[in-house]
């Protein structure tokens, strides 16, 4: 199986040619479909962007075992091949859940130098992440809820560090940034989550 089988991918395109990209890269099983990606997409494409959606998915046994870096390399081989000779000059990549394990390393690529960042849950009890974002010095959002098991509070306190990133904690926010068992006030997470990434 090709890779381009197993991360299928959709770009979707402004009627006319525009410089500006979104790159969409979902969770294991938070697809570009679910809440915050959807209307992310909706957001970045009502303001003239093209989005790229790299839509892999991994089983539970597959995530174990997952190369951090073998996987961003995949995924940057999806994003040559779906917008080779197309003339992006701003471009922001938006990650959830596992997708922030190929961020960190997309990153070191030459081609997202000046691109903006959104970490969405992201994933902390991994050091690639934790240093990636630590380190990194790409303009950046990070989104987590303090009732995500990948919410470590001592971690999260170094992100502190990095003054190219903003970082906040959505009080009671489990792994999809909602609330248990309430689903009016999980959409207002949802809309200021969508603010605070159109005001990146």
């Not at 209307?39 to 009502?46: A, D, I, R, V």
């Not at 075992?65 to 197309?86: P, R, S, T, Y």
């Not at 938006?94 to 961020?103: E, H, R």
């Not at 809820?145 to 190219?164: A, M, S, V, W």
Request: aromatic share 8%; hydrophobic share 40%.
């Amino acid at each position: 199986m090709t890779i381009s089988n197993r991360f299928p991918f959709r770009l979707i395109e402004q009627k006319e040619e525009t410089n500006n990209l979104v790159i969409v890269l979902p969770g294991a099983g938070y697809t570009t479909q679910a809440p915050l990606l959807h209307y992310t997409t909706g957001l970045f494409h009502s303001k003239g962007f093209d989005v790229l959606h790299v839509n892999y998915s991994f089983n539970r046994e597959e995530l174990s075992v997952l190369n951090g870096e073998e996987f961003a390399q995949d995924v940057q081989f999806i994003i040559d091949h779906a917008i080779k000779n197309k003339p992006y000059r701003q471009i922001y990549i938006v990650a959830k859940s596992v997708g922030t394990i190929a961020l960190s390393y997309l990153l070191n690529h030459t081609m997202f130098k000046d691109s903006k960042v959104v970490w969405l849950t992201p994933l902390l009890q991994r050091a690639d992440v934790l240093n990636a974002m630590v380190q990194n010095v790409n303009k950046g959002l990070c989104l987590i809820g303090d009732n995500d098991p990948c919410f470590i509070p001592e971690r999260f306190e170094l992100l502190k560090n990095n003054q190219h990133l903003v970082s906040s904690v959505i009080e009671g926010g489990n792994h999809a940034l909602e609330l248990e068992n309430e689903p009016i006030d999980s959409i207002d997470i949802l809309k200021r989550v969508i603010s605070d990434i159109n005001e990146l």
